[in-house]
């Protein structure tokens, strides 16, 4: 289709055929009667499912958005325990801006050992390795951040907050490159529970 596409245009410019193109209508695969109008749709097919011809493997994998580069340009995607990749928002459809705690669905490629993104796409949540939510009472370092129970909770998360407060946190297994192995990080502040005390203030100011 695109060499009689090519002969086409040659002709009906009134163009001399290059030698190149001419060989061509002389191998044995070439049909002169094939209908080259379809060879749009034809492309568009094989360009659906090019990734088979460019990778090893493809397929698709779930994960959390984490972190969002400050550059604006990319975001830390967690897939599983020791399993984070890069994914650059200009593949996501416009005007999809994900946030910290929005899960993904991506489609990945393996070549040659590494991994590619091809596409990422927002999705509803779904249940990944590593991640899940726990509540537990608010313990405030002199440095900011705390812990609710064995979980880590970076200080911009707890703004506002006082020790001893009871949270629920979603978080993920993170590594800790200080201690050499996996810990909980806090993710996010799920819901923040009333105080046994707030909850007598509020009880006696409604009486």
């Known amino acids: 289709m695109c060499v009689k596409r090519a002969v086409n245009c040659y002709v009906e410019n009134g163009w001399r055929i ?16 094939v209908n080259s109008e379809s060879i749009q749709s034809f492309l568009l097919e094989k360009a659906e499912i090019a990734h088979q011809y460019l990778y090893d493997s493809v397929y698709v994998a ?39 705690g929005d899960h993904l669905e991506v489609q990945l490629a393996a070549d040659h050992g ?8 927002r999705c509803n949540p779904v249940e990944l390795e590593g991640v899940n939510s726990t509540a537990d009472s608010l313990r405030l ?10 979980t880590f909770v970076p200080a911009h998360l707890i703004v506002g907050c ?24 806090a993710l996010g502040v799920v819901k923040q529970f009333v105080t046994t005390q707030l909850s007598r203030f509020l009880q006696f100011s409604h009486s």
Not at 18 to 33: H, N
């Open 114 to 121: 590494e991994k590619v993104v091809l596409a990422a796409a």
């Open 62 to 100: 779930y994960g959390l958005v984490i972190n969002l580069h400050k550059s604006g340009k990319g975001l830390h995607l967690y897939l599983a325990p020791g399993n984070e990749i890069s994914v650059p928002l200009r593949i996501l459809p416009q005007g999809s801006q994900p946030s910290i």
């Open 18 to 33: 290059k030698p190149g193109i001419e060989q061509l209508t002389f191998e044995t695969w070439y049909d002169s009667s």
């Open 141 to 150: 370092t002199d440095k900011g951040f705390g812990f609710v129970g064995d």
């Open 162 to 185: 006082t020790d001893g407060d009871r949270l629920e946190v979603l978080r993920y297994r993170s590594y800790d490159k200080k201690k050499s192995q996996y810990g909980w990080k």
